[in-house]
C-alpha cells in the first residue's frame, strides 16, 4: 500500500538554528498538507499545496517558517530561526484532491528545539 | 470559527467493555466528518468518515459511528473493545467555507487504554 513518505523522522535542533523537514506525498495525489501537532492536541494545519500553489497557509508563521512544493509532487517546510515553542510533531498528508477525499498521514517528524 | 471537542481526554476500559467517545462540532453549514486514530508507534489513520447518506457509518475493525445534526455529534462506538484498540482517537471535520481548502479541524483526542 503505497504511504506518505517524512523525514527526517526525530530532530534535535538548537534554538535559532534553521531546520528543514521532507515530504514525498502518495504518488498521483494533487493535494499536500503540512500539520503541527503540539503534545496533548490535535493536528492543526500550517500550509495546504494544490500541486506546486499555496491554497492555505493562514496559521503558517510566515515570519520564520516557509513551504515550498515546487514540482508539485514534494514539498519542504523550513523553520529558520527555530524557537523553543516549535517543539513538536510535524505531520504531512496527502490526498487525491481538494474534493471530500480522504487524507493519508506520513509518520510525522518530531522537533525538539533545545 | 470552526471547533470540535471531544469530551473525554482519557478513557480507560476493561476487554469486551462496550465504548462511546464524544464529538461536537460548532459550524451550521455543510460537513465532513472524519475519525482518525493514532496506534502506539504508528501514524495518523482513517477509521471511518461520513459525507453524507445513513448517518450511521461503519468503519474499519468494528467501529462505527452516527452523525446527529440537531446535536452537531458524531459519537465513536464499538460494542466490545480489544486490547489492541488500546491508542488515540482524534474527531475532525472538514468544512470548506467558499474556497478550494480541504481543511481538517481536529479535537484534542481521547486517549483510550484498554486493559486486558
Known amino acids: 500500500e503505497a504511504e506518505v513518505a517524512q523525514s527526517p523522522r526525530y530532530k534535535i535542533t538548537e534554538k535559532s538554528q534553521a531546520v528543514a523537514f521532507w515530504c514525498d506525498p502518495i504518488?498521483?495525489?494533487?493535494?499536500l498538507y503540512w500539520y503541527r501537532q503540539i503534545l496533548g492536541q490535535g493536528p492543526e494545519l500550517l500550509v495546504q499545496?494544490?500541486?506546486?500553489?499555496?491554497?492555505?497557509d493562514s496559521q503558517l508563521p510566515k515570519d520564520r517558517f516557509s513551504a515550498e512544493r515546487l514540482k508539485g509532487v514534494d514539498s519542504t517546510l523550513k523553520i529558520q530561526p527555530a524557537e523553543l515553542g516549535d517543539s513538536a510533531m510535524y505531520l504531512c498528508?496527502?490526498?487525491f484532491g481538494q474534493g471530500p477525499y480522504e487524507q493519508y498521514f506520513g509518520p510525522g517528524t518530531r522537533l525538539t528545539v533545545t | 470559527a470552526q471547533s470540535v471537542s471531544q469530551h473525554n481526554h482519557h478513557v480507560i476500559l476493561s476487554e469486551a467493555a462496550s465504548l462511546e467517545l464524544g464529538c461536537n462540532y460548532s459550524?451550521?453549514?455543510?460537513?465532513?466528518l472524519f475519525w482518525y486514530v493514532q496506534y502506539p508507534g504508528q501514524h495518523l489513520q482513517l477509521l471511518l468518515k461520513?459525507?453524507?447518506?445513513?448517518?450511521l457509518v461503519k468503519g474499519i475493525k468494528g467501529f462505527e459511528a452516527e452523525f446527529i445534526k440537531s446535536k452537531f455529534s458524531f459519537n465513536l462506538r464499538k460494542p466490545s473493545v480489544q486490547w489492541s484498540d488500546t491508542a488515540e482517537y482524534f474527531c475532525?471535520?472538514?468544512?470548506?467555507?467558499?474556497?478550494?481548502?480541504?481543511?481538517?479541524?481536529f479535537g484534542t483526542g481521547t486517549l483510550l487504554a484498554v486493559q486486558p
Open positions: 459550524y451550521g453549514g455543510t460537513v465532513n
Open positions: 475532525a471535520v472538514n468544512a470548506p467555507y467558499g474556497g478550494a481548502t480541504n481543511k481538517l479541524i
Open positions: 504518488s498521483g495525489h494533487a493535494t
Open positions: 499545496f494544490q500541486d506546486e500553489s499555496v491554497v492555505d
Open positions: 461520513y459525507f453524507s447518506g445513513d448517518p
Open positions: 498528508a496527502s490526498s
